[in-house]
């Protein structure tokens, strides 16, 4: 239908997650039309974010290149004997804005869907059992609960399940977030106290 660098960057548009055909086709043509100037800042921001970031060693926050740690991570107040694992950055930026949870957390970096077997391959999942594992290698003590807060949709679903089958076979205890959050519903788009009542209902 359109001329194949424009199908090709639609294509690339539609990678990002909750962009569907249309709204990377609207995408594609305004980086089509917009100014010279724009794109070129565009692509420099792009550039800037692969060069300058680098991902936390514990949690696979996003952080500057020269530090190890995000900020959580290294603070030793939190309460580093619990994991709550997440999907994406904004779901923990989310749960902290509770102030509820003080332990600290694991990246999932997306989630699978049970149709489809090479999403396996897109999480964390060995890198989650390695962090497990290998937690003391990092200074931190003993393991004494994972939270579960993923999404409450068919591939927050999933993904719960995957991760609770290693931490099983891990014999680690763990907990999924209660029921307050609506099914279907998003961690990110949660208020506070939808979240609080979630984490203190964990079970």
Same mark, same amino acid.
Request: hydrophobic share 35%.
């Given at each position: 239908?359109?001329?194949?660098?424009?199908?090709?960057?639609?294509?690339h #548009?539609?990678?990002?997650?909750?962009?569907?055909?249309?709204?990377?086709?609207?995408?594609?043509? !305004?980086?089509?039309?917009?100014?010279? @100037?724009?794109?070129? +800042?565009?692509?420099?921001?792009? =550039?800037?974010?692969?060069?300058?970031l680098? #991902?936390? @060693?514990?949690? #696979?926050?996003s952080?500057? @290149?020269?530090?190890? #740690?995000?900020?959580?991570?290294?603070?030793?107040?939190?309460?580093? $004997?619990?994991?709550?694992v997440?999907e %994406?950055?904004?779901?923990?930026?989310?749960?902290?804005?509770?102030?509820? !949870?003080?332990?600290? !957390?694991?990246?999932?970096?997306?989630?699978?869907?049970?149709?489809?077997?090479?999403?396996?391959?897109?999480?964390r999942?060995?890198?989650?059992?390695?962090?497990?594992?290998?937690h003391?290698?990092?200074?931190?003590?003993?393991?004494?609960?994972?939270?579960?807060?993923?999404? =409450?949709?068919?591939?927050?679903?999933?993904?719960?399940?995957?991760?609770?089958?290693i931490?099983?076979?891990?014999?680690?205890?763990?907990?999924?977030?209660?029921?307050?959050?609506?099914?279907?519903? +998003?961690? +990110? !788009?949660a208020?506070? $106290?939808?979240?609080?009542?979630s984490?203190?209902?964990? %079970?």
């Amino acid at each position: 239908m359109y001329p194949p660098s424009i199908e090709k960057l639609i294509h690339h #548009f539609s990678k990002f997650p909750t962009i569907g055909p249309r709204t990377a086709t609207r995408f594609a043509f !305004y980086c089509l039309n917009a100014p010279e @100037k724009e794109i070129k +800042e565009l692509m420099s921001a792009l =550039q800037e974010v692969r060069n300058s970031l680098s #991902f936390c @060693k514990i949690c #696979f926050r996003s952080i500057a @290149k020269e530090k190890e #740690f995000c900020s959580v991570c290294a603070n030793r107040g939190r309460e580093r $004997d619990v994991i709550c694992v997440v999907e %994406k950055e904004a779901d923990l930026l989310a749960i902290e804005k509770t102030n509820e !949870y003080n332990g600290i !957390y694991f990246i999932l970096g997306g989630t699978i869907s049970p149709l489809k077997k090479e999403d396996f391959k897109k999480i964390r999942a060995k890198e989650l059992k390695e962090r497990i594992e290998n937690h003391k290698d990092h200074g931190l003590p003993k393991i004494k609960e994972v939270i579960i807060a993923t999404n =409450q949709n068919t591939e927050g679903e999933a993904t719960a399940n995957y991760v609770s089958r290693i931490l099983t076979s891990l014999n680690i205890k763990h907990t999924r977030l209660g029921r307050g959050l609506p099914t279907g519903g +998003e961690l +990110e !788009y949660a208020d506070e $106290d939808t979240l609080t009542h979630s984490l203190k209902g964990r %079970k």
